[in-house]
Every structure is written in structure tokens, then in C-alpha cells.
């Protein structure tokens, strides 16, 4: 990551949080806190913590932290709280994904203050990034849940849809949750034939991406296509189709791996991305 930030579990040696100078992420819910110039938070923490604060790494050689805050607190003068959609315009790259990460970790904290197994009280587990439970021993970590996310090429033509969840007539790349036992290979051939009904061969790996949507990481592939009409799963999907580069829909914006397969595919049909 940029700006030489540096991931650690456990504050340096010495470091007071409620004191010492460090950049602050502070967590509302989703939304993260800013100085009007877009700037984080730097010195001692700036509002009363709600939770104990985390740490993150180092950051520019700071201190970086990340702690929650109630959902009613109004942002002090000077400051505002910005969801993490809105963050990723305001902010460069690495600095989202930390954004990311830190509203992550709070959320994680919030909801494994007590043990899943026997109730009780977690504590901090010394040395890594877990919550352990003192009575029976369980550790629990941050979790993440995969996703598969594949573009579907046939020819000149890639294959998108809108889903129900979108909220908007956008068009995207097929994506789904992994399932216990499955390959992410396997899950790319089970989404596609679940979602729109048609058959895959070629499936080979993009890229991946932190998607803090809630927790979530994303792995991208590209596939071709091997047979098969579409045929919409209706609960998931209002609409799909195959899309020349000439003839594109509304597509998701930068910030998402699927504008990035998409605008793969753009330049490697020698067209200029979309705006």
C-alpha cells in the first residue's frame, strides 16, 4: 500500500492511543470522518471514542487508527462524515482501501464482543488480528467473504446484467458468493448457470479486490463462452444481454472490479474506456 503504510496488529511500543498524534479513522456506522479538505483526522483522537480504538499500521510513519463512534454523533466543526462510495472520489486509491479496512474492523469488533460458542466476554488475542475468548479458547478472526465476479466473452461481445439489488438500470459482470467446498472456478461455472443459464469454458483469473460492501473480497476472472441461451434467474436478475464495445450500457464506475474487467476488455478491443 501507498505512503508507506505498514499493517501491525498491535500499537509500537509505548504508544498511548488516547494521547499520542496518528491519523484517525473514525467509523459512524459506514461513513467515515474528514476534514472539509478531504484530509484524515491527525493528533490525539478527535471525539470522544465510543469503542476501543484499533490499530491498523503505520502510516507515513504514524500511528493509524480506526475506532467507532455512535450512530447519532454530529461531526465536529471542520469535519464531515463521508460513506465509503462517496470517499473513493475524494481520496486516492489507498487510502479508500484503508477507509475500507478500518470501517471493516470496527464492524468486526462491534459484533465479536462475546464469544460464539460459550458467550463469553472476548479479549484481544495477543499478536494477531483475532478476538479470544478466555473461557474456552475459540479465536475469532475478521471475516471475509469471496466472491467470484467473471466477464463473459463470446466473440466480439461480453455478456452483462442488471440485478435486482442494483437500484439502478446499471449493467454488470456476473458475480456470486463462494460456497463451502467449492473452487472459486467451480463457483464461476455454478453463478453463470444459475444466473443466466449458459455454459463456460476458458475461465482464467483477472485480479482481485477488497470490497468493503460489507466484507467482502472480490476475484475477478474472464471466461468464455461455450453454449447455451440465456436464461434469466429471475429472483436475481431483472435483465442481461451480449453488448458490442460500441454499444455499451450504463456500466459501474471506476472504483469496482467489474468497471476494471470491462474496461480490459474495452482496450483489448483497441476502444478507448468510458468515462
Known amino acids: 500500500m501507498g505512503e508507506g503504510f505498514v499493517s501491525q ?18 467509523v459512524r456506522s459506514g461513513e467515515v470522518l474528514l476534514h472539509e479538505d478531504g484530509t484524515l483526522p491527525f493528533g490525539p483522537i478527535p471525539v470522544g471514542a465510543h469503542e476501543e480504538p484499533i490499530i491498523l499500521g503505520v502510516l507515513g510513519g504514524a500511528p493509524t487508527w480506526a475506532v467507532g463512534v455512535e450512530r447519532g454523533r454530529e461531526a465536529p466543526p471542520g469535519t464531515r462524515f463521508v460513506s465509503l462510495f462517496a470517499l473513493h472520489a475524494e481520496v486516492p486509491e489507498e487510502r479508500w482501501v484503508l477507509g475500507g479496512r478500518a470501517v471493516q474492523l470496527v464492524e468486526w469488533a462491534r459484533t465479536h464482543r462475546f ?11 495477543p499478536g494477531e488480528r483475532g ?5 474456552c479458547g475459540l479465536v475469532a478472526y475478521p471475516r471475509l467473504a469471496p466472491a467470484v465476479i467473471t466477464l463473459v466473452e463470446r466473440g466480439d461481445e461480453i455478456l452483462l446484467a442488471n440485478g435486482r439489488s442494483f437500484g439502478a438500470p446499471m449493467y454488470s ?11 472459486l472456478e467451480q463457483a464461476v461455472h455454478r453463478e453463470v448457470a444459475e444466473e443466466v443459464g ?4 476458458a475461465v482464467r483469473y483477472f485480479a482481485s479486490q477488497p470490497w468493503p460492501f460489507p466484507n467482502s473480497l472480490m476475484i475477478g476472472f474472464l471466461a468464455t463462452w461455450e453454449g447455451g441461451d440465456i436464461v434469466l434467474d429471475e429472483s436475481e436478475i431483472v435483465d442481461a444481454g451480449w453488448y458490442r464495445a460500441d454499444a455499451l450500457p450504463l456500466i459501474p464506475p471506476g472504483m469496482s472490479i467489474a468497471r476494471r474487467l470491462i474496461d480490459d476488455w474495452l482496450a483489448r478491443q483497441g476502444c478507448s474506456t468510458q468515462a
Open 9 to 26: 496488529v498491535e500499537p509500537p511500543a509505548g504508544v498511548d492511543w488516547g494521547s499520542a498524534p496518528g491519523h484517525w479513522w473514525v
Open 115 to 125: 464469544c460464539g460458542r460459550c458467550s463469553a466476554a472476548t479479549e484481544p488475542a
Open 131 to 135: 478476538k479470544r475468548c478466555p473461557s
Open 173 to 183: 459482470c456476473l458475480a456470486g458468493f463462494v460456497e463451502p467446498g467449492e473452487t
Open 198 to 201: 449458459v455454459r463456460l469454458s
